[in-house]
Structure formats: structure tokens, C-alpha cells
């Protein structure tokens, strides 16, 4: 069954930077669209980043500029690089598959202090 992990979370200040990574049991990467998503207490997860099979990006409004997204097929795994962190960054981030998606991850905490 494919594991998803995700890693590189914690705590920062505002303007500061963290890199997440996403990596996965098996080679599931090469040929699906993967992404990052958030989830804040009490509120909907959402989709912040994707990255297409020939590395096309895509983002949300809310981090455009701050974040970006990369893929190592070869490592199977996934980053998101993210600078300038504001507070309403703060949330449980996890990367998965946009179509057919694999069980979800546990997930990384990054909280983001004004």
C-alpha cells in the first residue's frame, strides 16, 4: 500500500521560511499531477500547490509568489518551498495525488507566529 510522508514542518516567525517534503513508497510519482494541501483547525483542506507530470505549477492566490512547488521522480518525492510565512499560513500541510488520490499522509505542522 502506498505511504505517503510528509516531513519538514515546525514553528517560525512571520517572514521566515520552511521546506517541506513529501516523499512516498514506490515509484506512484512519475505520471500523476501531486500537490500540496492545507488544512487550518475548523476549516476545509485545501489545495495551495500542484505540479503537473512535465512540472507545470500551479498555486492558490493566497501564497503566489511566496510558495513553490518541485518534484524529484526519481527520489519520489515532493517540495514545497515556502518564504516569507505569514500567520495565516499556519496549518497541517500534506501532499497527495490530485486525481485518484492515495490515503492521506499524517501530515505536517507548521505554525507561523506573528
Known amino acids: 500500500q502506498v505511504q505517503l510522508v510528509e516531513s519538514g514542518g515546525g514553528l517560525v516567525q512571520a517572514g521566515g521560511s520552511l521546506r517541506l517534503s513529501c516523499a512516498a513508497s514506490?515509484?506512484?510519482?512519475?505520471?500523476?499531477?501531486m500537490g500540496w494541501y492545507r488544512q487550518a483547525p475548523g476549516k476545509q483542506r485545501l489545495l495551495v500547490a500542484s505540479i503537473g507530470i512535465g512540472t507545470s505549477t500551479n498555486y492558490a492566490d493566497s501564497v503566489k509568489g511566496r510558495f513553490t512547488i518541485a518534484r524529484d521522480n526519481a527520489k519520489n518525492t515532493v517540495y514545497l518551498q515556502m518564504n516569507s510565512l505569514k500567520p495565516e499560513d499556519t496549518a497541517v500541510y500534506y501532499c497527495?495525488?490530485?486525481?485518484?488520490?492515495?490515503?492521506w499522509g499524517q501530515g505536517t505542522q507548521v505554525t507561523v507566529s506573528a
Open positions: 514506490g515509484s506512484i510519482f512519475s505520471g500523476r499531477t
Open positions: 497527495n495525488a490530485l486525481l485518484q488520490p492515495f490515503s
